[in-house]
């Protein structure tokens, strides 16, 4: 006896994927599925007119997701008279796919790292010293931060990475070649991370005529440290690296990144998103800002409506709309319009992409030992990561990145 399948979507796929390589398993009455992405397992009650998971989007939708599917396939395939288990076969697959245009992305490719010096030496140009009265002279803080972002461009150790900090003056980049020890040294300081963050919201400017809908995250990024914690699955203490979180507004053609912030690893994400709108809305026009569950408040709705913007923020499972106000209209929206909502809230989607795109080119850990030169090492993660995008659409969108023609207010009153 053979089960076949002739269409899926992408949660169908997926399924068929967690059945065969998971391998789902019942246990008093309750099937049990493993996470696809980490450690973990959900629960999932297999009624044929009703079924329940414990996933997130199940608690979104409220329809089957790729888990419920996965216990399907597995039932389906263990369904047989003689006891034998059969195979499901699928004879169809439809799935979404998106061309890549190769030409614009080979090209951005083979010329980023010519493009990524002259952009960010351009970007970092208007910076001015703060005035010296005493002590030794210091090192421009023009050239620190161009060779702190160059060297988390390159990924390499700041030892190693002088030979390319020798080319980088060669063509007249920085000033003079600093020490390896130095770059550790200013990345320490305090007074960089204003600094960063306003290179960061620069950075973004070339890329506003295309970037009107947002999505707001965060993510980890790991350190040198060590935790400890009672891990109470396993009953005993388990040691890990300690991480720090960022948190990001990204825009969801480009990828860029217009605003971030840097915390500890046990900052709630709720209380932040205010900020980095406010920061976006400065330079850009919001039409949507789209985030998950944790972000989902009275004050978050509001702060978007303020900026005006559309928010497309996922409803927790106790949500009911009572509290009136903006609140009450998207909940209404939310529960009467659910495939429109929630083919916008898909667009959230995105800033996983972000997430992905920097770790992938720039690595998941931080190097840096002491708290300020890692929130300042994660703001040059982000810089960079703003400087590739911003490549990309040169070839890709046909627009011009100038950073020294016009400078915003904020950066004139910082650097001056």
């Not at 217009?258 to 026009?285: G, K, Q, S, Y």
């Not at 809230?345 to 720039?362: C, D, I, L, Q």
């Amino acid at each position: 006896m053979s089960a076949t399948v002739t269409a899926m979507d992408a949660r169908q796929e997926k399924g068929l994927i967690i059945a065969g390589k998971f391998q789902p398993y019942l246990n008093n009455g309750t099937w049990i599925v493993p996470s696809q992405s980490g450690p973990g397992a959900y629960k999932v009650k297999a009624d044929d007119k009703n079924p329940r998971c414990s996933c997130p989007d199940y608690e979104l939708r409220k329809e089957k997701c790729k888990h419920i599917y996965a216990v399907e396939f597995t039932i389906m395939a263990e369904q047989s008279t003689d006891g034998e288990v059969t195979k499901t076969t699928v004879t169809k697959t439809v799935k979404v796919t998106y061309r890549q245009e190769w030409t614009s992305y080979n090209a951005a490719q083979t010329q980023e790292k010519d493009l990524f010096l002259k952009l960010l030496a351009d970007l970092c140009a208007p910076i001015v010293d703060p005035v010296q009265t005493k002590g030794r002279p210091r090192l421009s803080y023009r050239d620190m931060i161009f060779a702190a972002a160059f060297k988390v461009y390159s990924t390499l150790s700041c030892r190693r990475f002088q030979s390319d900090l020798r080319e980088a003056f060669d063509r007249g980049y920085v000033s003079k070649v600093p020490h390896f020890n130095s770059i550790f040294n200013y990345l320490e300081l305090e007074a960089l991370t204003p600094i960063l963050n306003e290179l960061i919201s620069h950075s973004a400017l070339p890329l506003k005529a295309l970037e009107t809908d947002f999505s707001v995250d965060s993510s980890g990024f790991s350190t040198c440290q060590y935790v400890t914690w009672f891990n109470a699955k396993y009953g005993k203490k388990t040691d890990s690296h300690d991480w720090i979180k960022m948190h990001v507004m990204t825009g969801k053609v480009t990828n860029v990144i217009t605003a971030a912030t840097i915390t500890d690893r046990n900052t709630a994400d709720c209380p932040l998103l205010p900020e980095l709108v406010e920061r976006t809305a400065e330079h850009f026009n919001i039409k949507e800002v789209s985030a998950d569950k944790a972000y989902s408040s009275v004050r978050n709705h509001n702060v978007i409506a303020k900026a005006g913007a559309m928010p497309y923020i996922a409803f927790k499972g106790n949500a009911t709309g009572a509290v009136g106000g903006l609140f009450q209209k998207m909940y209404h929206y939310f529960c009467f319009n659910k495939e429109v909502f929630l083919a916008q809230y898909h667009k959230r989607s995105n800033v996983e992409s972000t997430f992905g795109m920097m770790k992938a080119k720039f690595g998941s850990r931080i190097r840096s030992k002491t708290p300020t030169a890692q929130i300042n090492e994660a703001l040059c993660k982000v810089l960079c990561h703003n400087l590739c995008c911003v490549i990309q659409s040169i070839f890709e969108f046909g627009i011009e990145a100038t950073f020294c023609a016009e400078q915003p207010v904020a950066q004139k009153s910082l650097f001056n």
